[in-house]
């Protein structure tokens, strides 16, 4: 069946270095990828999708690769500020119609100042 | 733009109990989703709709959860009787289209279930 791992352990930074997340999966070829934003006490919020044909997609500090031969997602934040800290979610399509994501378990990262 | 609005935020309950959920949607997105959130795991699809018909409830415990769509828009998820494992939050999300593969999903804020 369908498997997402991300870094179970949480990620401590200092401020202004770039964090890196990985999410991998195993089992199948997704079409495309999401991470998403979570704070404590509230949903999910929509960073980047990327698609399986895209290497590399970027928006402000934020940048996703998607490298299918590797099975794997890397999500960077450059410039990492306090304010960025929160859980990352990666998703994934389900294969299906209708756009059913998979999620994984999401890494905690903080930023110290 | 309002966001997905859900009530109650919290709930505390015994097992073997009923409770139930409430979410309404961004005005005009066609496809609503509810998911499940257990701590420390990603949100799992329960089920999506998309307007007032069920796109895929293949994850819901059909046997204790229930949930409706009236008139493609609010939504309501239901639960009888809750187990010790269904303590989680409940997210609802929506989307724009017809829950094309890459339209995005607008989470509201949950609902923390506690079942005693």
């Known amino acids: 069946s369908q498997k997402i791992e991300q870094n179970s352990e949480a990620l401590n930074i200092q401020e202004g270095k770039t964090a890196t997340l990985t999410c991998n999966y195993t089992n199948y070829s997704p079409a495309y990828l999401q991470w998403y934003r979570q704070d404590p006490g509230r949903g999910p919020v929509f960073l980047l999708l990327i698609r399986e044909n895209e290497k590399e997609k970027r928006k402000e500090r934020l940048k996703v690769t998607f490298d299918t031969t590797l099975k794997q997602s890397l999500f960077h934040i450059t410039a990492s500020q306090p304010a960025d800290s929160a859980t990352y979610l990666c998703?994934?399509?389900?294969?299906?119609?209708?756009?059913?994501?998979?999620f994984g378990q999401g890494t905690e990262l903080s930023v110290k100042p | 733009e309002a966001g997905v609005a859900q009530s109650p935020r919290y709930k505390i309950i015994e097992k073997r109990q009923s409770v139930a959920f409430w979410c309404n949607p961004i005005s005009g997105h066609a496809t609503l989703y509810w998911y499940q959130q257990i701590l420390g795991q990603g949100p799992k699809l329960l089920i999506q709709f998309q307007n007032n018909g069920v796109v895929d409830d293949s994850q819901l415990p059909k046997d204790r959860f229930s949930a409706e769509r009236l008139k493609g828009v609010d939504s309501t998820l239901k639960i009888q009787p809750a187990k010790l494992e269904d303590s989680a939050v409940y997210l609802c999300?929506?989307?724009?289209?017809?829950?094309?593969?890459?339209?995005?999903?607008?989470f509201g804020p949950g609902t923390r279930l506690t079942v005693l």
């Open positions: 998703a994934l399509d389900s294969g299906n119609q209708g756009g059913k994501l998979i």
């Open positions: 999300a929506s989307s724009l289209d017809s829950g094309g593969n890459t339209d995005t999903q607008y």
